[in-house]
Each structure stands twice: as structure tokens, then as C-alpha cells.
């Protein structure tokens, strides 16, 4: 049986268990996903100790996905975003990728929206850091808006091909874009958005990264003026399709992975 995992502190509410298994189910394969909790200081440690126990692989969340860094070899877009949220094990070491940027892309991509043109990603966080980088790899230009806008010029400079803005400009910086990510809390908490209403348009492809709830104010706002919307779940579900197949070597049973995750949200 091959096991696989997540870590991370707090650990308990992940979603990421019933997804992966539901996958393991669909396709026959004896696997397990369980969660694990080490000590904040402990990265590095829950690693090397998952390697000894013949973990085959592991997912990464807060607050660990930077210091995981150090105790994989990274690959390059992990090594640029400075985070890793999945390591494999198949290797003579362990290596360290990040699938959260894949995932916005994916998400995108599977609702038909097209990466090419100009992005504007709201926040400068570690969400906000993955899909800028994810959205530059795809060859759009992105703009980065954040409330502390010093973030996201330092954020801009690390990008190709990007400006860092204040959240004042969102309306200027949407007027002639093609995607629009929302990568803050905002919404999550109360019923309100970082974009003002009136900036949306039509001929935007929106997402945003928040999943609980999966109707924010943001994707009601875009739905009203006929943008195209893809719900935070879309993500979540992309990096782990792209975590499981880099895993198993398979195709992801999309469509299960999706239900499971869909229906305890
Ligand atoms: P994550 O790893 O999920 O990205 P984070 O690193 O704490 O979390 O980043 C949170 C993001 O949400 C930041 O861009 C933050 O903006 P600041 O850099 O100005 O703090 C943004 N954010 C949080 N609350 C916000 C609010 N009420 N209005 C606007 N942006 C907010």
C-alpha cells in the first residue's frame, strides 16, 4: 500500500483526505492519504521522517510550505516561488514542486478561459505569489494590486513581466484585462469583496481563490455582468489533480476527485 499525506498545523479540517482517496477508489489504486501535524518547527524533521517511513508523498500547507524548501531539492517554479506544497519521494531525494500555481491555471484552462493578455491578481501573499507566477509562465503580462502596495511591487520585481499597483487602480488595471484572480481573504470572513462592482466587465475570466463560501460577492459581482467565474473549489481540486498524477503517474479521475471535494463544501 502506498501512503501519501499532508502536513501542516493546524491540519484538521483539510479537504485534501476524502479528495485524494476518492481518486485512489476511482482508478483501483491501494493508497491512503492521512494527515499529519509536527511542530511549527518541525519541516524539515516530518520530511526526513516521512522519507525513513517510506512515505511515497506529501502535500504542504501552512506554515510550512517555506521551510519546506530547504529539506527538498526544489524544482524551478517551486525554487522561484520560494514554497512548496507537494514533495515527491520517488527519487534517491526528495523533490519539491508547487502545484497551487498549476492549480489557477488549470482552473482557468478547464472553464474555457484563456491565458493569454493581461492578468490582474489581487493580493500579494503566498496565494497571490503562486498564481502570479503560474499566470507569468503561461506568457501573460500580470498585474499585481494589493492593500499594501509595497508588496506588490516587491512581489512585481520577482515576476517577469509584471507591475506591482495599489487596490486604487483596480478599475484602470481591469479595463482592457482578460483574467482577474482574486488571491486575498477577502470574502471569506463577510460578505465583501476587494474589487469594486463597477470595475468588472463581460469579457473577463474570473476566479477566486477563496472556497468557503463558494458563492463569494466577487464571483456574484462578475456572474451579473456576464464574466465568466470559476469558484476557489476549482483550485483547491487542480492542485491536487496535478499533486496525484505527478504522485501515481496517472490521470486524475477529475470528475470523482471533484464530487468528493464538492460535496462536503
Ligand atoms: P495567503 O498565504 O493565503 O496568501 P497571506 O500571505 O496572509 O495569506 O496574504 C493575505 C493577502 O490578503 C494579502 O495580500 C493581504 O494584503 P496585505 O498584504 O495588505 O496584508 C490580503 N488581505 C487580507 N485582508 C485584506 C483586506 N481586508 N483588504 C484587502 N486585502 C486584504
Do not use: C
Not at 517511513?53 to 517555506?66: E, S
Not at 498585474?143 to 507591475?163: C, F, Q, W
Not at 487596490?167 to 477577502?186: E, F, Q, R, W, Y
Amino acid at each position: 500500500m502506498d501512503v501519501y499525506g499532508l502536513i501542516g498545523n493546524p491540519v484538521g479540517h483539510s479537504l485534501s483526505p476524502p479528495m485524494h482517496e476518492a481518486g485512489y477508489e476511482a482508478l483501483g489504486l491501494d493508497a491512503r492519504y492521512v494527515t499529519f501535524e509536527p511542530p511549527r518547527d518541525g519541516a524539515a524533521a516530518a520530511v526526513e521522517g516521512a522519507a525513513d517511513l517510506g512515505v511515497a508523498g506529501l502535500n504542504v500547507t501552512i506554515p510550512f510550505k517555506q521551510d519546506v524548501l530547504a529539506a527538498v531539492e526544489p524544482d524551478s517554479l517551486a525554487r522561484r516561488i520560494g514554497a512548496v506544497n507537494t514533495v515527491d519521494f520517488s527519487g534517491e531525494t526528495p523533490t519539491g514542486h508547487n502545484t497551487d500555481a498549476v492549480g489557477a491555471t488549470r482552473a482557468l484552462h478547464a472553464h474555457d478561459v484563456s491565458l493569454s493578455g493581461t492578468a490582474v491578481v489581487v493580493g500579494a501573499g503566498g496565494a497571490g505569489r503562486a498564481v502570479a507566477f503560474g499566470l507569468a509562465d503561461e506568457g501573460m503580462e500580470v498585474r499585481i494590486a494589493n492593500r499594501t502596495e509595497s508588496k506588490a511591487h516587491d512581489l512585481a520585481a520577482d515576476v517577469p513581466d509584471a507591475t506591482g499597483h495599489g487596490l486604487g487602480s483596480l478599475a484602470d488595471l481591469l479595463a482592457d484585462a482578460d483574467v482577474l484572480v482574486n488571491a486575498t481573504s477577502v470574502g471569506m470572513e463577510e460578505d465583501a469583496t476587494p474589487v469594486p462592482a463597477e470595475a468588472l466587465h463581460g469579457d473577463l475570466g474570473v476566479l477566486d481563490a477563496v472556497y468557503r463560501p463558494l458563492e463569494t460577492r466577487l464571483l456574484r459581482d462578475a456572474e451579473a455582468v456576464g464574466a465568466t467565474t470559476v469558484d476557489g473549489a476549482w483550485m483547491l481540486l487542480y492542485q491536487g489533480v496535478e499533486a496525484f498524477e505527478r504522485w501515481t503517474g496517472r490521470d486524475a479521475p477529475v470528475e470523482e476527485m471533484n464530487d468528493a471535494l464538492r460535496s462536503r463544501l
